[in-house]
């Protein structure tokens, strides 16, 4: 496994589950506690970023309902991951600014760490 791809969902995953919580939304886990699903999405959607620089948040978002789909995914109010239903499942315009503040921030992590490793002055 990439250890620059780990360390950046790491963040990603961590920044979004503040960002949640800041929402009255408790139900992210730690990234250690994550079930492997989860983390695999999130390093998903490092792979992707890297990729493909200057991926837009809606293109993020976008890249992230394709994939959820063919997992079997579809919109639910609550996410549950059983019946494989999530709440931003929609389209990127659909979804209220407090969720697309989440890929804005996915998006921007990204942006940062993706240079970062390669000299003396690395973050990661």
């Not at 790491?10 to 939304?25: F, M, Q, S, V």
């Not at 394709?66 to 997992?71: G, L, S, T, V, W």
């Not at 549950?80 to 929609?90: A, M, N, S, W």
């Amino acid at each position: 496994m990439n250890k620059k791809v780990e360390q950046i969902a790491k963040i990603c995953h961590e920044a979004n589950r503040a960002y949640c919580e800041t929402l009255e939304d408790f139900s992210q886990l730690r990234w250690e506690d994550a079930p492997e699903w989860q983390k695999e999405s999130v390093r998903s959607g490092v792979r992707s970023h890297l990729e493909n620089p200057g991926l837009t948040p809606k293109e993020s978002h976008e890249n992230w309902m394709e994939i959820k789909e063919q997992e079997g995914w579809t919109f639910g109010e609550k996410k549950d991951p059983e019946r494989k239903q999530h709440p931003c499942f929609l389209p990127y315009e659909d979804l209220p600014e407090e969720q697309q503040m989440k890929d804005f921030l996915f998006s921007a992590i990204v942006g940062v760490f993706s240079n970062s490793g390669d000299g003396e002055n690395s973050v990661l």
